[in-house]
């Protein structure tokens, strides 16, 4: 998770908005998710995610989305 995060704060697209990623990597690492799959709303909460990262609602938000699209994305160009 931690490439993957360093990786979203250096994507210019996914940058634009000012919402830096990489600090949550390791956290999320420790909690257990290894995988993008694992940070849909099919697995996890926004208010979750909120109170293990100590965040603000837009950035559960985010992280929840980014992985739907990308996931959308991939399967879209396969």
């Given at each position: 998770?931690?490439?993957?995060?360093r990786?979203?704060?250096?994507?210019?697209?996914?940058?634009?908005?000012g919402?830096?990623?990489?600090?949550?990597?390791d956290?999320?690492?420790?909690?257990?998710?290894?995988?993008?799959?694992?940070?849909t709303?099919?697995?996890?909460?926004?208010?979750?995610?909120?109170?293990?990262?100590?965040i603000?609602?837009?950035?559960?938000?985010?992280?929840?989305?980014?992985?739907?699209?990308?996931?959308?994305s991939?399967?879209?160009?396969?």
């Amino acid at each position: 998770m931690t490439p993957l995060f360093r990786f979203l704060d250096e994507h210019e697209e996914r940058r634009k908005d000012g919402i830096g990623f990489a600090a949550f990597g390791d956290m999320l690492k420790n909690k257990g998710f290894l995988r993008i799959t694992q940070l849909t709303l099919d697995f996890i909460t926004l208010k979750d995610l909120q109170d293990w990262l100590g965040i603000e609602v837009e950035r559960p938000y985010s992280l929840c989305n980014m992985p739907k699209d990308d996931i959308e994305s991939i399967k879209a160009v396969n």
